[in-house]
């Protein structure tokens, strides 16, 4: 069992940044893959950033790489996502989720897990 906390969203002007921070409860964080997504209004939950255990491999979807980095302190059970240049179109909630499953699993189906989500909005 994980159970996972999200912080730090809130309303940011285009071109700010922002973290958001998944806590994680459990013994098992340091074994599962994280990922961040995020859901629009009147959207489908996109995948936005996923890493593996042992921090060795990233994936990102391609409208925030370059962007966006996720990272995790297993020490902390946390993971982490650093949002720059935020655009309004980044605007959506943002869920942290973990996966038992093999590399960084794309699809939310693969993610057994799930935190309440943390807003981000950003203005033009």
Known sequence: QVDLVESGGGLVQAGGSLRLSCAASGRTFSSV???WFRQAPGKERDFVAGISWNSGRTSYASGVKGRFTIFRENSKSTVFLQMNSLQPEDTAVYYCAASRGVGIPLGQQEYGYWGQGTQVT???
Do not use: D, N, P
Request: charged share 0%; aromatic share 0%.
């Open 122 to 124: 950003v203005s033009s």
């Open 33 to 35: 893959v994280m990922g």
